[in-house]
């Protein structure tokens, strides 16, 4: 009777129960969800002669965006380098992501070469939320490389379950130049927003892959929600900025998003607003027998953010 060989724990299927970012060979820490970074190529079709078959063949590798879900919490390398992206110096990174199992046993390794961050998605901050925060960075990598792990163990602490909890931050502060403490801190809620880094595709002769080239940084349009009494000193500067058309010189503003831990006693990042100006009021609407308090959505444009974390 032919017996079979148990498979090694190695070649076994596993739940993987934790990932991680690597940039430059530095551990930049543990992200709360991983998609895209998939591997593809279109298939070109070439007819010869009078034969009736289409010959297929591969076309360029084409590497999808990495989309990752972090917190606050990461390295100083990986805020760098979103910092340097949203202010508009675009820099490449080489770095993987590192799948380990429940035993912390590292599974799978997806390295990535020259890649560009080509979106940051900021989340919705609202005081009466209770879901936590993370934000989102979309990585366009160049050329992607899939390896299994080399089964090596990560000692992980208590401190970092704890660090963990720490990234989902649920307050915030919202400061506006120009406008009372009083009434910035009335703002109760503020859209998600996205800053994007335009990638254009550099397809050069020979290469089976397509180089990526940073474009132009794209700044949201960021609305705020504040009650409709306190609706007054944004009011006067729509009557000034727009409806008088006295955009100019020092009219626009600066302004500050903290993001702060659940006690509101420590910021965990910072989103400086430069060149702030307004571009739209709206009211809720009018209900009878209505019994929530009514808010004033405020649209606002910007020129340009910094990230300090």
């Excluded at 490449?92 to 046993?105: E, L, S, T, Y």
Aim: aromatic share 10%.
């Amino acid at each position: 009777m032919t017996m079979t060989q148990p498979a090694s724990k190695d070649a076994r299927s596993y739940a993987s129960g934790r990932f991680e970012l690597e940039l430059d060979g530095s551990d930049c820490g543990v992200l709360n969800a991983v998609d895209g970074g998939h591997f593809k190529a279109e298939a070109i079709g070439e007819q010869v002669g009078g034969e009736v078959l289409v010959t297929r063949y591969p076309g360029r590798q084409k590497f999808e965006d990495i989309t990752i879900t972090c917190g606050s919490t990461m390295s100083p390398t990986f805020w760098k380098w979103v910092a340097d992206s949203i202010a508009n110096k675009p820099s490449r990174r080489n770095g993987a992501i590192v799948a380990r199992d429940f035993d912390n046993r590292e599974r799978s390794r997806r390295t990535f070469s020259d890649a560009l961050i080509s979106e940051i998605q900021f989340p919705q901050l609202d005081l009466k939320s209770k879901t936590p925060k993370n934000i989102t960075v979309k990585i366009a990598p160049e050329r992607m490389a899939y390896t299994p792990g080399n089964g090596a163990r990560k000692d992980v602490g208590p401190g970092d379950v704890q660090k963990q909890k720490k990234q989902t931050p649920q307050n915030f502060n919202f400061n506006m130049e120009g406008f009372d403490r009083e009434n910035t801190k009335r703002v109760v809620k503020i859209d998600a927003f996205t800053v994007k880094q335009n990638i254009i595709n550099n397809p050069v002769g020979g290469l089976l892959y397509a180089p990526k080239e940073a474009g132009r940084v794209e700044y949201p349009t960021i609305a705020i929600y504040i009650p409709e009494t306190y609706v007054g000193p944004w009011m006067k500067w729509w009557e000034q900025f727009v409806g008088a058309g006295n955009h100019t010189g020092d009219k626009e503003h600066t302004g500050a998003i903290e993001y702060l831990n659940s006690t509101f006693q420590e910021v965990l990042l910072t989103l400086n607003l430069r060149g702030v100006g307004i571009t739209g009021i709206t009211f809720d609407k009018h209900e009878g027998h209505a019994e929530t308090v009514r808010n004033a959505k405020i649209d606002l444009y910007v020129e340009s953010i910094g990230l300090v974390p």
